[in-house]
């Protein structure tokens, strides 16, 4: 049984992957990490060990990608964090932390909102390298070419530029890119209540995506607590700052999970 098979049978679901072996305890804590765009569990896979010792860690694979490469990609936040939901249900019931980077904190935080509207809060929400869901910017690079979505992606440089000058691998990863940058450009976000559960805030302190007041305005979407920490580097600052991003991760996994369930903010 390979590395994938192992994964999968692991949580019983495409939607997630669990990289790290040993059977969890049966109320330990679970912290769900959502990808980017164009991004796979692959990539947080080395964060996967260190936070092991402190909670379950499932990692999301969206479909069009690697070995889901197949299937069509969803191109919206909501059916993303639809189909996040619905793999979940087996966690439900478990203290659950949901973290998510660049688009994946889009999904993180509808997922969030989904969650509580069902009765079942996660103790709290991480969004990383993403400007406050309330900020929508025009853009429109899923409807343009190859080359300026793979230029897009190269300014980011969460990719090795080597892989996005091989052909072969562009044709592999530009249905996935094409299909969430579709689903952050049209996304809007709609009114609702505010959310109870604890939001942290991580971002890269040269991110040219996302400048502190649009990192700091995911406040006016929480009545629960909310921290900011930002880090050196740029969007994709935890390349370099895994050790930190780790720490800090684990520092949140303590205090949400030190407050009862579905507590808002203290006081």
Do not use: C
Not at 97 to 113: D, I, K, N
Not at 142 to 148: E, W
Not at 216 to 222: D, K, P, Q, S
Not at 254 to 264: E, I, L, S, T, Y
């Amino acid at each position: 049984m390979n590395g994938l098979d192992r994964a999968v049978r692991a949580t019983g679901s495409l939607w997630l992957r669990r990289f790290d072996a040993g059977p969890p305890a049966p109320d330990a804590p679970v912290l769900l990490v959502l990808p980017h765009a164009g991004g796979s569990a692959a990539y947080y896979r080395p964060f996967s060990p260190a936070l092991s010792a402190h909670a379950e860690v499932l990692i999301g694979q969206y479909p069009g990608r690697q070995e889901r490469i197949g299937e069509p990609v969803p191109g919206s936040i909501g059916a993303l964090a639809d189909g996040v939901e619905e793999a979940l249900r087996p966690w439900r019931g478990r203290p659950l932390t949901v973290f998510g980077h660049s688009m994946g904190a889009l999904v993180g935080y509808e997922l969030t909102r989904r969650l509580e509207r069902a009765g079942a809060p996660a103790r709290g929400l991480i969004v990383s390298g993403r400007r406050s869901a309330l900020l929508h910017l025009e853009e429109d690079v899923h409807l343009q070419g190859d080359d300026a979505l793979i230029a897009t992606l190269t300014a980011l440089a969460g990719t090795d530029a080597r892989l996005l000058a091989d052909p072969a691998f562009r044709e592999l990863i530009l249905p996935a890119l094409r299909g969430d940058y579709k689903a952050v450009e049209t996304y809007r976000h709609r009114p609702g209540p505010p959310l109870r559960t604890p939001v942290s805030v991580l971002t890269g302190e040269s991110d040219p995506r996302v400048g502190v007041p649009e990192a700091m305005a995911w406040r006016e979407l929480t009545e629960g607590a909310f921290t900011f920490r930002s880090f050196p580097g740029g969007h994709f600052y935890l390349n370099e700052q895994r050790e930190a991003v780790t720490r800090a991760v684990v520092e949140d996994l303590a205090a949400f999970n030190a407050r009862p369930a579905g507590a808002g903010s203290p006081g």
